[in-house]
């Protein structure tokens, strides 16, 4: 089992940044990191993922703007949010896919909301 604690979620006004970190215990032999969102009334979707050879890839929503970076040493990940826009107000979840049998292990979620 992989355990995952995030933090950073707030509520931050327009143009704004915030930090999403997900901390990782139970395991370090994980194939990719992520994050997902959901707003309210819509389907989760991801953000940002890093495989463990560094390759990434964003949502077109937010490239430019989100950098999703791995410490490897803490087993932590992290999503730098620039640049924020109402409508990336939603619940963050963070996620990893351990390697070899590729299960997928959720966060509890923090919430993002950006308004003036």
């Known amino acids: 089992q992989v355990q995952l604690v995030e933090s950073g979620g707030g509520l931050v006004q327009p143009g704004g940044s915030l930090r999403l970190s997900c901390v990782a215990s139970?395991?370090?032999?994980?194939?990719?990191r992520s994050w997902y969102r959901q707003a309210p009334g819509k389907q989760r979707e991801l953000v940002a993922r890093i495989t463990s050879d560094g390759a990434d890839d964003y949502n077109d929503s937010v490239k430019g703007r989100f950098t999703i970076s791995t410490d490897h040493a803490k087993n932590t990940h992290y999503l730098q949010m620039n640049s924020l826009k109402p409508e990336d107000t939603a619940i963050y979840f963070c996620?990893?896919?351990?390697?070899?049998?590729?299960?997928?292990?959720w966060g509890q979620g923090t919430q993002v909301t950006v308004s003036s």
């Open positions: 996620n990893v896919q351990r390697a070899i049998t590729m299960e997928n292990f």
């Open positions: 139970g395991s370090r032999v994980i194939y990719a």
